[in-house]
């Protein structure tokens, strides 16, 4: 089989920080294209040139993607072969590209995977949480009604969640998790993964959030949130939360009391409130 099929679309994934975690087929996909579609010309450019791939780019970000599809299908149906890349990781996983495939695909052009680099799925692999069936979030919205929303309709999942999340809303995040899910799920952050400072941290959301809140080296760099999927612990410590606050309700406040039982056994503050 040829590195690449003449008139073809093949997905390219990049580094996510380290220039090496490039396989051999992707820099030769990337040498034999016509074409590459780069997320940023200017931010691809350097690692292109340290691969040695000398081939024209085009942007294709979230801004021009409808305008630049037809054109890159034109010439995939008359015969070039355009390669697709993003800033980094996986193209299309909160990254541009869907429209292209999708249009590509349409038009009955071959569209070639070429695997590589994925930050959720690199953090999912040394996260030591179930991984046998997970849920990938993406981004969750910034502001803070709508990402507890957010929060609110995945607290039953019984799989493991994988966020994004940008390094200045982790803290916030993280304390919006440890509300509505409870302080004692399980919860992992993985930072700058395959980069100087990777760093890994695995407990419950409650020392997390308290660990992240109080370190500022905690909220730098690239990060993905995971936390465990609701188990059979989590309605255990519901129950047990259920049971503390009843007995508490009976001398405090129900907000004071929903406080104290959720530091005390782990269970969510607000299902503990809310069920008052
Ligand atoms: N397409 C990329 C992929 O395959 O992972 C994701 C692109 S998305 C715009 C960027 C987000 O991915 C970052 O905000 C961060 O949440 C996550 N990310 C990217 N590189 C990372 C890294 N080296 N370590 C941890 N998270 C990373």
Do not use: W
């Amino acid at each position: 089989m040829p590195t690449v099929p003449p008139g073809s679309l093949s997905v390219v994934a990049t580094p996510i920080g380290n220039r090496d975690d490039m396989s051999t087929r992707a820099i030769a996909t990337l040498r034999a294209a016509d074409v590459i579609a780069a997320e940023d010309t200017r931010h691809s450019r350097p690692l292109l040139v340290h691969h040695n791939v000398d081939v024209p780019l085009v942007p294709l970000h979230e801004h021009n993607e409808r305008e630049v599809v037809d054109g890159l299908v034109r010439r995939m149906l008359e015969g070039q072969s355009v390669a697709l890349i993003s800033d980094a990781g996986t193209p299309l996983v909160s990254d541009p590209g869907f429209r292209l495939v999708r249009a590509a695909r349409a038009a009955g052009i071959r569209c070639v995977p070429i695997p590589g680099a994925c930050a959720a799925i690199a953090a999912l692999s040394v996260a030591g949480l179930p991984s046998d069936r997970f849920v990938f979030e993406g981004f969750l919205p910034p502001k803070a009604a709508a990402r507890r929303g957010r929060l609110q309709a995945l607290a039953g999942e019984p799989r493991t969640l994988i966020f994004y999340e940008s390094s200045h809303r982790v803290a916030e995040s993280l304390a919006d998790m440890r509300e509505v899910f409870g302080g004692g799920r399980e919860a992992v952050l993985a930072r700058e993964l395959t980069k100087l400072f990777e760093t890994v941290i695995g407990e419950p959301l409650d020392e997390l959030a308290t660990r992240v809140a109080g370190d500022p080296d905690q909220q730098r760099g690239e990060c993905v949130l995971l936390v465990a999927g609701r188990g059979e612990e989590a309605d255990a410590r519901l129950a047990e939360g259920q049971r503390v606050f009843a007995l508490l309700r009976e001398e405090l406040p129900p907000a004071k009391a929903a406080k104290l039982a959720a530091a005390i056994t782990g269970a969510p503050r607000k299902s503990l409130y809310e069920a008052s």
